[in-house]
């Protein structure tokens, strides 16, 4: 079993939807979340992290940690084109030298 | 402001040969981890150099190898290429906090 699982999609969605990104994990060691976003032939870019359980908001995208689901999410509202990329999530148990145990990646395509 | 820039971007190489990929960190940034993504994969963790020595490494073979520079810039060693090194190589480096500032990578074929 994966440490980080993460639905690959791929996620096709209408210009304005609401998307809902997940992944599970398995260790309660990790206590910092992101998600990075990664277009095409290109490295990827933080989004968001955040420190163990909670939400966090920034702009149109919200990110939420359950630590006691070992679940956390990535919500993007009012949806763009220019969000058409691979979303994935990452943590790290804590060290801010730490690695990161990533997930697969969700590929989401946004149409207008 | 200059990125982390990561040279070749594309390399072909024969299976057995060795190959070096280069890595130049984000401006004030004095840590370097190296990640391999595989096609259709999220990336996995290499190892990460900070003052010069290797600090993490991930479940890669010593086949693997690195290097970091006084001036933070840093090289991943690959010897005696198999076809499964095929991937995306990705730089990453930070200022012991998080965010990690990733490059575009190398994409190397072993055929």
């Known amino acids: 079993q994966k440490e980080v699982e993460q639905d690959p999609g791929p996620l096709s969605v209408p210009e304005g939807a609401i998307v809902s990104l997940n992944c599970t994990y398995s260790n309660s060691a990790f206590q910092y979340f992101m998600w990075y976003r990664q277009y095409s032939r290109k490295g990827p870019e933080l989004l968001m992290y955040t420190y163990s359980s909670g939400n966090k908001e920034d702009g149109r995208f919200t990110a939420q940690v359950d630590k006691s689901s070992k679940y956390i999410s990535l919500f993007i509202r009012d949806s763009q084109p220019s969000d058409s990329a691979t979303y994935l999530c990452a943590m790290n148990k804590g060290s801010t030298l730490g690695r990161l145990y990533f997930g697969r990646g969700t590929q989401l395509t946004v149409w207008p | 402001d200059a990125g982390v820039t990561q040279s070749p971007t594309h390399l072909i190489k024969t299976r057995g040969q060795q190959v070096t990929l280069r890595c130049s960190p984000k401006s004030g940034h004095d840590t370097v981890s190296w990640y391999q993504q595989a096609l259709g994969q999220g990336p996995q963790f290499i190892f990460q150099?900070?003052?010069?020595?290797?600090?993490q490494r991930g479940n890669f073979p010593d086949r693997f190898s690195g290097h970091q520079f006084p001036n933070y810039s840093s090289e991943l060693n690959v010897n005696a290429l198999l076809l499964g090194d095929s991937a995306l190589y990705l730089c990453?480096?930070?200022?012991?906090?998080?965010?990690?500032?990733f490059g575009s990578g190398t994409r190397l074929t072993v055929v």
């Open positions: 150099y900070y003052e010069e020595e290797e600090r």
């Open positions: 990453a480096s930070s200022l012991r906090s998080y965010g990690y500032t």
